[in-house]
């Protein structure tokens, strides 16, 4: 019976309701995944301690951490995301489900707003079809997992260019200064998330689109006064706060970490080396977060004059699918003038791309035809069901794939075997045991192996197989337990004298 009912729902009801079963379902599987994967080294784990730690101290005003031995202040990110992860931890714990599901709301508000703006633009099928691409995409589920700050500022970004979207098509003035408000708002949020870089990315496509079809008088429209007092009040307490407590805060934070950052190697980071790849990964990186709705385009097309000509000559001056292809292309080059970029960097174009692929599609013609649709039908619930598949093998699988050892610390600190116990790290000491293992971490700088071995005599020594090959295990210790690259090793056990 509830099979029958279940088939007369898909076949009745309609595709919004459909859209929303499904995505609810994918996003559902993403939450469960949560609670079993332990947090990733060494950004993920960092960030997951900071909400921890803002949680258990109650200053939702002073990211810290333990670093070097020492807690400290992380001066590299404003603080909105700790302080929903820290909300979180308030809510369900110091667990892994907590500090993630920030990213996770993240992730629904991403999608609402590529619903709502594409169902305004060009009603509720291409709005579904625009926001499948979104949902279907590896990279977007991935990290809608991860206690990172990037798909925040991907919201944020996105956001406001759907607000200033929703702005351009309005006609009453009392809603249209509305959506100046959400413009604004959302620029205040993504300066809190990240820093003025939500500013460029959010800008650069509004102020291209805005330059190329000559519509500077729809400026005079905004609600300037009331827009620019709700983003200072916004983003600016938080500022002054800090830099107030911390006289050289600002001077780091935008000279450091928002310019030299991303033009020169040496740039003065406190908290570890950022990472290098080359100029141009951007655009790598961007192809790899568009998969597999990139791959749609390569279908030929049926009508190719209507799609030419929308294509090269008049596709900029529309405002949905024009702004959003500035969108990808902006956000894309941005990040190709330098060489310390990461893949959670191009999270903001994963909506825009999908607006520019649904719309192409549309305009080709492939939309249209029967046969098409069926196909695509059955593709999106195949893929749809293999992403469910893998995140929830990915739970038992990703241990044996990779030095995780997160697994192994969370394991350590829940076993009644070691309860009491103290734990002790050779020469450096993981963010994610710092997360799981709590105050039972004799936290220290990091030190040479000599110096390891006499301070840790009293504690379980816990060494990566790297390390053991190169420095050894000291005389007077037993082998605890094993796994992956990692291994734990009893207290010094004292030889007795004849």
């Known amino acids: 019976m509830t099979f029958y009912r279940m088939r007369n729902f898909f076949e009745t009801a309609s595709a919004a309701k459909k859209l929303f079963c499904f995505v609810s379902l994918l996003l559902l599987v993403r939450l469960f995944s949560n609670c079993f994967l332990p947090v990733f080294d060494p950004s993920e784990a960092r960030y997951a301690n900071i909400c921890a730690n803002m949680a258990a101290s109650g200053n939702f005003l002073e990211p810290k951490f333990i670093h070097d031995g020492e807690m400290q202040i992380f001066e590299g990110k404003p603080p909105l995301y700790f302080q929903m992860g820290a909300l979180s931890c308030k809510l369900f714990g110091r667990n892994e489900f907590a500090v993630r599901f920030p990213a996770m709301l993240s992730a629904i508000i991403i999608l609402l707003l590529v619903f709502f703006t594409v169902k305004k633009f060009k009603g509720e099928i291409s709005a579904v079809q625009t926001t499948l691409i979104v949902a279907l995409s590896p990279v977007f589920l ?75 008088r729809d400026l005079k429209d905004h609600a300037w006064f009331a827009g620019i007092l709700l983003f200072l009040l916004i983003s600016a307490p938080w500022f002054w706060l800090m830099q107030a407590k911390n006289p050289d805060f600002l001077e780091y934070f935008f000279i450091n970490e928002n310019f030299k950052r991303f033009l020169f190697k040496d740039y003065g980071d406190r908290y570890g080396a950022g990472r290098e790849s080359f100029r141009g990964m951007a655009l790598l990186f961007m192809l790899l977060c568009n998969l597999p709705g990139l791959l749609l385009l390569a279908f030929p097309f049926k009508n190719r004059k209507n ?192």
């Open 142 to 216: 991935a990290f809608s997992g991860f206690c990172m700050t990037d798909l925040l500022l991907a919201a944020a970004i996105c956001g406001a260019v759907c607000f200033y979207l929703l702005f351009l098509s309005e006609a009453d003035r009392k809603r249209k200064k509305l959506f100046s408000c959400g413009f604004f708002a959302a620029m205040g949020v993504g300066m809190i998330v990240k820093g003025p870089v939500a500013l460029v990315l959010a800008g650069m496509p509004i102020f291209f689109f805005t330059a190329i079809n000559c519509r500077w």
């Open 307 to 498: 799609f030419k000509f929308a294509a090269l000559r008049n596709y900029l001056r529309e405002p949905l699918a024009g702004m959003a292809l500035l969108w990808v292309i902006c956000g894309t080059l941005f990040w190709c003038l330098t060489s310390r970029v990461l893949i959670t960097y191009l999270l903001p174009t994963i909506p825009a791309a999908a607006i520019v692929i649904a719309d192409l599609l549309e305009k080709s013609g492939r939309l249209q035809d029967p046969v098409f649709c069926r196909k695509m039908k059955k593709t999106v619930v195949i893929w749809g069901a293999l992403l469910m598949l893998v995140t929830v093998a990915s739970i038992g699988c990703l241990p044996t794939l990779r030095d995780n050892g997160g697994h192994f610390f969370r394991d350590l600190a829940r076993s009644e075997k070691y309860a009491g116990s103290s734990f002790y790290f050779l020469r450096k000491t993981p963010y994610s045991a710092e997360f799981y293992m709590g105050s039972r971490v004799r936290h220290h700088a990091n030190e040479s192996q000599k110096i390891s071995a006499a301070n840790s005599r009293e504690c379980i020594l816990l060494v990566n197989q790297k390390e053991l090959k190169k420095y050894g295990i000291p005389a007077g210790r037993k082998l605890l337990d094993r796994r992956g690259f990692w291994s734990a090793w009893s207290p010094e056990i004292s030889t007795p004298r004849n």
